[in-house]
């Protein structure tokens, strides 16, 4: 088992770039993919990233991913924020031992 | 387009059982190995449970071993979680999710059904 950590939260203006970050506890960060959810509020989570680093269809590419070994982490990027991107961000991956998810803490980020 | 409807949800008290459903649409609903993630009231996302694409795999958090049952029903193309022994720490927004690579891909999700479970 292992655990992935996000901060709390974060906020930008509009316009700007943020990232957050999701660092794997134990175990490498490439072993499995990560994918990212958003959930607006009273929304249910929908998948902004897949596969560590790619864009499902209809998800603007302000959004990117990358995943870094040395820090063991993959983090999150939006760039030219806008006010609809405020919400809940979650990271995820998967656990051979129980053939689950494990999903960070969630990250709200507040555009302001 | 992919539909996943959750229902079952309501109010039960602890030591009770309760039985949820999903109705899933828009796919080969034999394809896909399909989960249960819970989300207490104003908390983070939970994995609950995953069953195989041919239903024969099952897998559960430890949070609920023993305690909750997942299955599905081809021919209905639903699935479902059978929730016993309740606790008040089961209380949360259950949601069903498909699975796009077998390995935790969750790319669709229905819109959730809410278990309270208090006495």
């Known amino acids: 088992n292992f655990l992935l950590t996000q901060p709390h939260s974060v906020s930008e203006s509009p316009g700007k770039t943020v990232t957050i970050s999701c660092t794997r506890s134990?175990?490498?960060?490439?072993?499995?993919?990560v994918q990212w959810y958003q959930q607006r509020p009273g929304s249910s989570p929908r998948i902004v990233i897949s596969?560590?680093?790619?864009?499902p269809s209809g998800v603007p590419d302000r959004f990117s991913g990358s995943i870094d070994s040395s820090s063991n982490s993959a983090s999150l990027t939006i760039s030219g924020l806008k006010t609809e991107d405020e919400a809940d961000y979650f990271c995820?991956?998967?656990?051979?031992?129980?053939?689950?998810?494990?999903f960070g803490g969630g990250t709200k980020l507040t555009v302001l | 387009q992919v539909q996943l409807v959750e229902s079952g949800g309501g109010v039960a008290q602890p030591g009770k059982s309760l039985r949820l459903s999903c109705a899933a649409s828009?796919?080969?609903?034999?394809?896909?190995?399909l989960h249960w993630v819970r989300q207490a009231p104003g908390k983070g996302l939970e994995w609950v449970a995953v069953i195989s694409s041919d239903g024969t795999d099952k897998n559960y958090a430890d949070s609920v071993k023993g305690r909750f049952t997942i299955s599905r029903d081809k021919s209905k193309n639903t699935l479902y979680l059978q929730m016993n022994s309740l606790r008040v720490d089961d209380t949360a927004v259950y949601y069903c999710?498909?699975?796009?690579?077998?390995?935790?891909?969750?790319?669709?999700w229905g819109q959730g059904t809410l278990v309270t479970v208090s006495s």
């Open positions: 828009g796919f080969t609903f034999r394809s896909y190995s």
């Open positions: 134990s175990g490498s960060i490439d072993s499995n993919y």
């Open positions: 596969r560590d680093d790619q864009r």
């Open positions: 999710v498909r699975d796009d690579n077998g390995y935790c891909l969750f790319d669709y």
């Open positions: 995820q991956s998967y656990d051979r031992s129980n053939h689950g998810g494990v």
